[in-house]
Structure formats: C-alpha cells, structure tokens
C-alpha cells in the first residue's frame, strides 16, 4: 500500500494530462468549461493543461455534437467527425461552408466556402438536399433548440444510379442553465444507408439523452437507445420523406418510452431498491422495539426462525 | 479542495471512485481531507465468526482493518484495535439488531450497519449504514433492474445530556443508482448522490435508539422523495424542453 502511495505522488506528466484529460471528457453536458477551470487549478501548470484541454475538447466537442454560430450569422455549424476536414475546420453541408472552429473556446473563428471537392456530386447532393430540407422541417417542429446536419458519410462522388452511398442524420440539441444548477442535450445519429442493388435504405438510429441536476446534489440521467428500419429505395423527394418520417417516428416512440420510464419509478423501480414505508405499511415502531426482541425470543425457545 | 469538490459535484457517480483516486494521486497532501469529504460507494466484508456480512468505512476502520459490528473484532484481526465503552457497546449492539429489521422493513433485503464512539465532549457519535443492491441478480424483488445500488450513511452527533434533553445532529448521504434495460427503450440510468442535515432537541426519555431511529426513518423518507420527486423530476423535466412532448399527444390520441 505505501509502495504504491509512492509511486503515486510521482506522477509522470503524461499521467497528470491523461487524469486531467478524463475529468474533461467524462464532463457533464455543457460543463466542459466549469470543469475546466477545476482541472486547471488542480493541475496549478497552465503547459500540463493546455495540453490536457488541446486533446481533450476536440473529442468532448464531436462527441457532443455541439453545434457553434458561424460569424457570417449564416446558421449554426455542428461539430461532428462526419464533417471533420483537416485543421479543425467542419463542413456545414447546408450552407455549402467550411467552418474554422476554436475547440477550446468552443467558437466557430471564420467561415469558408466549400471547395468543390469537399462537397458531393450532383446526383448525391439531390439525395441529400430533400433529406435537409425534411429533416429541418421535423427538428424545427420537435425541438425547441435543435440543430440538424446531414452529411454523405460515404460515396459522395458517386455520379449517378448503380452505386452504394450512406448519408448521416445528425440532430443535437442542447439546454444549458447553470443558474438552475440544470443541463442537458439530446444526441440523435441516424446512419442511412442507400442500397443499390435491392432498391432498400437501411436506416440505423442511435440516441443518447444526457442531464444533469446538481443544486445541492448530483443527479445524472443517461439514457441510450438504438434502432432499425428500411424503405424502398426512390426518387429523392420520396426517399426524404419516408427516412424523415421513420426517424420522426422512431423518435417520437422513443420520448414516449423515456416518459414511461419515469412514470415507472415511483412505484415499481425505485421499490426495488428502498420502499416508501415498510412491508408492514406503517411506519417502524420505535418506540416499542421491545416487542421484535419478544418474538425473537420466542421463536428462539420455539426453535424456529433463523 | 474547493476545486476537487467541484469536479466531484459534476461527475457522474458510476465514475467516484475513479475520479476519488485520480485525485488522490494528483492531490497526495489532500488525501485525507478528500476521503473525508468525497462519499464513496459503501465496500462489504464478511464476519469470519458469524458469517453475517458487515459494511466498512471510517468509522470503523483502525489503521488497514475494520470492526465488524456482531462480533465486536477486527478484520484482518488487529491486537489493539479502538473498541467503544462496554455501555455504548451494548447500545450498539442493540442499535444493530433493531436497525437490521427496520432495514429489512424497508429495504427487502440489503446489509446494515451501526457503529458507535465516544466523542470528546461527554457524547458520542453513532453511524448507521444501508447498503442495497436492488438488481434482478442482486436482491431487487420485482426484478425491474439491470443495476440498482443504494448506499446511505447516517452520522448523528449526540450531544451531552442537559436536563432531560439531548441535542442530536444527522448528517445523511445517499447515493444510488438504477438502471433499466429493454429492447423497446434501451438503456435508462439514473445516478447520483445528495447529502442533507437535521437537527433535533430530544427528550431522552423514550432512550437515544428510539430518538436516532425516528429521525433516520423522517430523514430517508425525505431523501428518497428528493430523489424521487426533485431530482429525478427535473431531469424528466430537462428532457421535456429539449424535445417537448406535445407531439406524443397529438399522435398517440387518435390512435389509441
């Protein structure tokens, strides 16, 4: 046990960035910052965190789908791996931009046009352009604050029919009240899979709903969901349609299954682990414990019980 | 400290303990401030003379063992482990059987816990201890859970006696989490932990175990309706502005 103290107080540096890098991507949603700022005291070595902070927010970032405003007020860019280019800049397939981002600060610095290379070809971009258009119509009517991309994860320069290619759906949407002691985000990912040769789209969905409660406590929810479904492969404005409404569905279900979840508590779930008042349905008899002495005694003399 | 304290307020509880050793190992010269003031999931060990299992903390920790409350010895054995007063030992036994049935009244199972000492000013501390754990494996009778632990602590301070009366302070901890799972709603979790504090001027006349029990019974049913109704609550309610529920209505209506 000492031996090991010992070696513990002679943390190597790279020990001191992996512990710092941990607390800052196990960060609540939306606390990345506050969390920050007690890592960086802890550490009391702005070179150990800065290079702590530099590997770490780029993955809490994408991970969180955060979405930043771009400069030029043309919308929200979202931070994804799905539209990572080189040099921490991120597609906005919307606006056809590529969005220069400032992980650590958590701000989108400057705003490019997409080069011609970087966006997909015209056939794909039909696809994709009808799916936008359903999917921000769905997110606009279902989420207060929500964000939405869809990106080509793959097969962008496919030109026209005979060809696989695979879309992602990101939605992300976050409520950050720190003076409510109160965050959250909803993280939906839906991967849409376009099959050329049996005329399907698969359709994989992974949710995942984080918040946190902390006045006077810490109370996390963290609920994941993933999902399946396909539709017929047709034109693009058909194909928009039933992928938007198979999420909307999907998620719609899946909000309804949470809500049931917390109705369950009370009575059924939260039981298991401590009753509201006794098997007896009174409260416990203090004031005449005797008697539980009485009957162990008996049931002693008796030779029953345990 | 303050800084440490904060991080602990905002990691998700599945990950103290990580988070407690990692700031054991950043910060040694606060190690014994951090596991004073950081709550850990509660660790069992079993009595080797009467099989029962008991639970460990400060408390009853002396150097690297621990008393265990049935039969009054150290684990691993430990020549000149502190032992409370013969009186207070009898109270404490006591306390642990009474404690134990109140636990099973409750908790349908679980392991409890109650240690006693003598403090510096003519009164003495006792700690009630609970731990469950309510997974379909575990002791969850409605086999609802895939994970479900509730760990409490209870410090109560008692005070000297002064005419008749005794001051008693409780401190609680709960922490506990509880996760669901199925193929319809995948995985739901909920963790956490709060602390609260009570104080009470008591009448000694209906005995300390009588006063310690009441105020324990109010103080549980107070942090599971937190838990239940506030803290749980606000997270269902966090959900709800990220994405409201009105669409479920609209659609659910007509169908059903």
């Given at each position: 046990?000492?031996?090991?103290?010992?070696?513990?107080?002679?943390?190597?540096?790279?020990?001191?960035?992996?512990?710092?890098?941990?607390?800052?991507?196990?960060?609540?949603?939306?606390?990345?910052?506050?969390?920050?700022?007690?890592?960086?005291?802890?550490?009391?070595?702005?070179?150990?965190?800065?290079?702590?902070?530099?590997?770490?927010?780029?993955?809490?970032?994408?991970?969180?789908?955060?979405?930043?405003?771009?400069?030029?007020?043309?919308?929200?860019?979202?931070?994804?791996?799905?539209?990572?280019?080189?040099?921490?800049?991120?597609?906005?397939?919307?606006?056809a931009q590529v969005a220069i981002v400032d992980h650590v600060k958590q701000v989108c610095t400057e705003v490019r046009p997409a080069t011609d290379e970087e966006l997909p070809s015209p056939y794909i971009e039909e696809f994709r352009c009808a799916l936008d258009a359903e999917i921000l119509k769905y997110v606009e009517e279902s989420y207060p604050?929500?964000?939405?991309?869809?990106?080509?994860?793959?097969?962008?320069?496919?030109?026209?029919?005979?060809?696989?290619?695979?879309?992602?759906?990101?939605?992300?949407?976050?409520?950050?009240?720190?003076?409510?002691?109160?965050?959250?985000?909803?993280?939906?990912?839906?991967?849409?899979?376009?099959?050329?040769?049996?005329?399907?789209?698969?359709v994989k969905?992974?949710?995942?709903?984080?918040?946190?409660?902390?006045?006077?406590?810490?109370?996390?929810?963290?609920?994941?969901?993933?999902?399946?479904?396909?539709?017929?492969?047709?034109?693009?404005?058909d194909c928009a349609i039933s992928i938007s409404s198979i999420i909307r569905h999907h998620e719609t279900e899946y909000l309804a299954s949470l809500e049931a979840s917390y109705l369950n508590l009370p009575d059924s779930t939260f039981k298991d682990l401590r009753r509201k008042l006794p098997v007896t349905r009174t409260l416990f008899p203090w004031h005449n414990t005797l008697q539980f002495s009485l009957t162990r005694d008996i049931s002693k003399e008796l030779g029953i019980g345990k | 400290m303050e800084a440490a304290m904060g991080l602990m307020r905002r990691i998700p509880a599945k990950h103290t303990d990580t988070a407690?050793?990692?700031?054991?190992?950043?910060?040694?010269?606060?190690?014994?401030?951090?596991?004073?003031?950081?709550?850990?999931?509660?660790?069992?060990?079993?009595?080797?003379?009467?099989g029962k299992e008991f639970i460990l903390c400060e408390y009853n920790r002396d150097a690297d063992s621990y008393r265990s409350p049935w039969s009054n010895k150290y684990h691993p054995s430990l020549e000149d482990g502190s032992l409370p007063s013969l009186a207070l030992r009898k109270l404490e036994v006591e306390a642990n059987d009474i404690f134990a049935i109140y636990r099973d009244q409750y908790y349908e199972g679980g392991i409890s816990s109650v240690y006693m000492w003598e403090d510096d000013n003519e009164g003495f501390v006792a700690c009630f201890l609970i731990k469950k754990d309510g997974?379909?494996?575990?002791?969850?009778?409605?086999?609802?859970?895939?994970?479900?632990?509730?760990?409490?602590?209870?410090?109560?301070?008692?005070?000297?006696?002064?005419?008749?009366?005794?001051?008693?302070?409780?401190?609680?901890?709960?922490?506990?989490?509880?996760?669901?799972n199925n193929e319809s709603s995948g995985t739901f979790s909920l963790s956490g932990s709060i602390r609260r504090q009570m104080t009470m001027r008591l009448s000694v006349a209906d005995g300390h175990l009588c006063n310690m029990g009441r105020m324990i019974e109010e103080m549980e049913s107070k942090l599971r309706y937190s838990l239940d109704q506030v803290y749980f609550g606000k997270t269902r309610e966090m959900v709800c502005t990220l994405r409201p529920p009105s669409e479920v209505a609209q659609i659910r209506i007509p169908e059903s």
């Open positions: 046990m000492a031996e090991e103290e010992e070696e513990e107080t002679e943390l190597s540096e790279k020990q001191k960035i992996e512990i710092a890098k941990w607390f800052l991507l196990n960060s609540p949603p939306g606390e990345i910052y506050y969390v920050a700022k007690d890592v960086k005291s802890i550490l009391n070595d702005d070179d150990l965190y800065n290079q702590a902070a530099s590997e770490a927010f780029p993955v809490y970032n994408k991970s969180h789908f955060i979405s930043l405003p771009m400069p030029d007020r043309s919308g929200d860019v979202l931070v994804t791996s799905f539209g990572e280019l080189e040099g921490y800049a991120y597609l906005d397939p919307r606006t604050k929500g964000v939405c991309s869809v990106y080509c994860a793959n097969g962008k320069d496919v030109e026209g029919p005979g060809s696989d290619f695979e879309f992602a759906v990101v939605i992300s949407a976050a409520r950050h009240s720190p003076q409510n002691f109160c965050n959250g985000s909803w993280c939906s990912m839906w991967n849409i899979e376009f099959k050329d040769d049996q005329q399907t789209v698969e969905g992974k949710i995942e709903v984080d918040a946190h409660y902390f006045e006077e406590g810490n109370v996390q929810l963290d609920a994941k969901h993933e999902c399946k479904d396909s539709t017929l492969f047709q034109a693009p404005d | 407690l050793s990692a700031l054991l190992s950043l910060m040694p010269s606060h190690s014994s401030d951090l596991l004073s003031q950081v709550d850990q999931p509660l660790q069992v060990l079993c009595d080797v003379d009467s997974s379909k494996t575990g002791q969850g009778r409605r086999g609802y859970l895939e994970e479900g632990s509730w760990d409490a602590i209870h410090v109560i301070e008692v005070g000297p006696e002064e005419e008749e009366n005794t001051n008693y302070r409780l401190t609680s901890t709960v922490m506990l989490t509880l996760t669901t």
